[in-house]
């Protein structure tokens, strides 16, 4: 297998992308990156600030789609490796408005599996060192009740029109490789956090309205469970399934490391009153915390059974949830500027009617 590589992130300008990105660019020195992005309202290039100029990055603004966009990119550079990130991922956004969904997770990656079959197999040159690594979600495996875990043979049973667009692209995925001996490899990975994320999200979306001492929504009794994972821990996961995954296998990815929805949401009310202060009226931020109207079938419990990416890989996330709440927190607050950004922007009215409630 050749060390250098020419890889193509769809979705590079979003959360996990461009923390994927940092890391491969700071890794890898020699590895090529183009980031294609179609820049939706998720999409940021300034995740990339420090990087935008590099010699070896070039950043296309493109729609996965797109199948003319997608085949000239692999007409002109010498892709050998896929690590496709770009989706819709808002699960809220999923219940309200699915098209988008339907179009992004599913038609894309259907776009770009039928670029990669052409101009990789079209060529019937020797496949061996190529890789589509096709970037999936725990919730592609339903829900659970108070026991138990996914493991890679947990069948599908995607309940909200965002997993079950994400079980369609998976099933995509997996079906060029063994239709069409595409090299796919596949990765289902638990709820990241961590420096960009978009804050639609609860973490950055507790911190913001936490902050600004607004109310903090939790959805139904708060006692969903959800598996957290520190975002670079799941960027150097799929850096080791690139380099050393097997070609038709899918990795589960995950944190152990449960906690319910409530607890999360102390967590960063806590963390923010140690390092900013308690609010203005002398009150603790967990007083902020209003229970409003469940999401529509939420899914009750995530979690991640890691063996095999573990054993197989020796992957295992370095980062504890505390240390990891820690990094997050301070980040967010050191970079004020850049969730201003979001909010007071195009965003705004969005997020105000979406995320101001109870
Ligand atoms: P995100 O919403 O932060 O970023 C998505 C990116 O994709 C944005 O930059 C957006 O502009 C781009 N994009 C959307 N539609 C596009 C299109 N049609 N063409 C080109 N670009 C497009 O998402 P994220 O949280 O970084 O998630 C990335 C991937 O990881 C997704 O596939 C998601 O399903 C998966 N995933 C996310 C998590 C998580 O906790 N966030 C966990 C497991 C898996
Ligand atoms: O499990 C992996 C998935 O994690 C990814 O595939 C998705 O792309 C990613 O968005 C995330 O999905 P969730 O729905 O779990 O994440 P979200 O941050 O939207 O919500 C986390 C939990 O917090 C969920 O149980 C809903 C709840 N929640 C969320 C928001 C935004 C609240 O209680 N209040 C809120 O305001």
Redesign the pocket.
């Known amino acids: 297998m050749k060390n250098k590589r020419t890889v193509l992130v769809t979705g590079g300008a979003g959360f996990i992308g461009a923390n994927f990105i940092r890391l491969v660019h700071s890794t890898y020195k020699d590895w090529r990156i183009i980031n294609l992005d179609k820049l939706t309202y998720a999409g940021n290039l300034n995740n990339l600030n420090g990087i935008i100029t590099s010699d070896t990055y070039r950043f296309v603004k493109g729609d996965i789609c797109d199948s003319t966009c997608v085949e000239s990119l692999f007409a002109e550079e010498d892709i050998d490796t896929v690590v496709h990130f770009a989706a819709e ?4 956004r999923s219940i309200t408005g699915p098209a988008d969904f339907i179009q992004t997770n599913i038609v894309g990656t259907f776009t770009l599996l039928e670029a990669a079959k052409k101009a990789w197999l079209g060529a019937k040159e020797n496949v061996g060192n190529k890789c589509f690594l096709h970037v999936s ?3 592609v495996y339903g829900s659970l009740g108070e026991t138990g875990f996914f493991t890679e043979k947990t069948p599908f049973d995607p309940r909200s029109p ?1 997993s079950a667009s ?1 079980a369609s692209s998976d099933h995509l995925a997996n079906a060029y490789f063994h239709t069409y001996g595409l090299p796919v490899k596949i990765t289902n ?3 990241n956090y961590g420096p960009y994320q978009f804050p ?3 973490i950055p ?1 507790i911190f913001n309205n936490a902050l600004h001492e607004k109310s903090l ?3 139904g009794d ?1 006692l ?1 469970v ?1 598996d957290w994972l520190y975002v670079q821990d799941h960027c150097e996961a799929i850096l080791a399934v690139i380099v050393g995954g097997k070609t038709g296998h899918c990795y589960n990815i995950g944190g152990n490391n449960e906690k319910q ?1 409530l607890n999360v949401v102390e967590v960063v009310c806590d963390l923010l009153d140690k390092k900013v202060g308690p609010m203005s009226s002398g009150k603790p931020r967990k007083s902020l915390i209003t229970f409003v109207e469940d ?1 529509l079938g ?1 899914d009750r419990r ?1 979690a991640i059974d890691a063996t095999k990416i573990g054993e197989h890989l020796n992957w295992q996330p370095k980062m504890t949830f505390e240390q990891g709440m820690e990094k997050t927190i301070d980040w967010y607050l050191a970079n004020r500027a850049w969730i201003d950004n979001i909010v007071n922007g195009e965003y705004q009215n969005y997020y105000d009617t979406m ?1 101001t409630r109870g």
């Open positions: 991922s808002h699960v809220d979600t725990d919730e965002y994400k990975c638990s709820n639609e999200k609860l979306l929504p939790v959805y708060g969903n959800r929805n999401r939420h995530y995320y």
